[in-house]
């Protein structure tokens, strides 16, 4: 096959970041998705349903001329959300609450310490028949970067799944075995976004003869072993399991440096890689259901309408990408060769 054409897809998890950035993030992504989630972990974070609609005019004045991109808006969770924001975020059209452990990722100080108060929280999310996205590691520094997914699941996402049985759970950008062998498991109302660098990626990628920062992000890439199980259900065609790249935007001197920031920027070809392994696997008769269906079906939200088309055509990402500012971003598989291009573009 040399060229497939799918229904337009959206982005479950994706960040924008705010200001002058957003004249690079907003076009790179409206040229293939229709839709995106948008992760509210901005200085400040989006914690009220005012700022999510102010924060959505910004990102709607920054689309491409006769765009019809459509933002999708989520409010961050802390300590301090009540029942009382969940209202009024249902009331002015916000989606989902993202939850962060705090200090779990970047722009994440601010996030949950503690989760027993929030139950109240939970259960007015699935009153309102919103969703929890929940970025799923937690932050004792004890515990190896690389278990700290699993450990989440035993020690948090069990008991939110159980306590509140009707409230819709996305496990996002999951990177591990654990993770897709409890979404499989679990009840009803449970499904997991997965990125493309943890498709593509394994944890030798970012640390063979040499660390290679712009490979680095949260969650962290992990085993062989791991990247193989996630494979494994995209090619099943599981509807549990659906397209968020978690594309993250970092100028380059913010990933070269000492303490470099966590976040892979795939907007410039994420769709394109997507299609990439679903034709290593073998299953690009699966790509429409995991970018185009399965997504707006767990949301409830209607599957669009247009349609676009890739074809087997090898092109390079380009090695940096300007922004208004001057800085650079490199983008995620920067200088690699895609064997896959939306036609027209």
Known sequence: MNEITIIKPDDWHLHFRDQDMLLETVPATARCFERAIVMPNLRPPITTAELAMSYKERILAARPEGSSFNPLMTLYLTDKTSVEDIKAA????????????????????????????????????????????????????????????KEFIDQHMVQIVERVPNLKV???????????????????????????????????????GGIRPHNYC?????????????????????????????????????????????GCYSAWSALELYTQVFDELDALDK???????????????????????????????????TLPSGDLIVPFFAGEQVEWKLKDF
């Open 90 to 149: 249902k009331a002015a059209g916000v989606l989902a609450v993202k939850m962060y452990p705090a200090g779990a990722t970047t722009n994440s100080d601010s996030g949950v310490s503690s989760l027993s108060s929030l139950y109240p929280v939970f259960e007015a999310l699935a009153e309102h028949d919103m969703l929890l996205l929940i970025h799923g590691e937690v932050t004792q520094k004890h515990i190896d970067i690389f278990d700290r997914e």
């Open 287 to 321: 790509l429409e259901g995991f970018a185009s269906l399965y997504g707006p079906d767990f949301y409830g939200l209607p599957r669009n309408t247009e349609t676009v088309t890739l074809v087997r055509e090898a092109w390079e990402v380009p090695s940096n990408i």
């Open 218 to 262: 949260l969650p962290v890439l992990k085993r062989s072993t791991h990247q193989e199980a996630l494979r494994a259900v995209v090619k099943s065609g599981s509807p549990r399991f659906f397209l968020g790249t978690d594309s993250a935007p970092h100028t380059k001197d913010n990933k070269e440096t000492d303490c470099g920031c966590a």
């Open 170 to 208: 996305v496990f996002e950008h999951i990177t591990t075995k654990d993770a897709a062998e409890f979404v499989l498991s679990a009840r009803e109302g449970v499904a997991a976004t997965i990125t493309p660098q943890h498709l593509l990626l394994n944890r030798n990628h970012m640390l063979d």
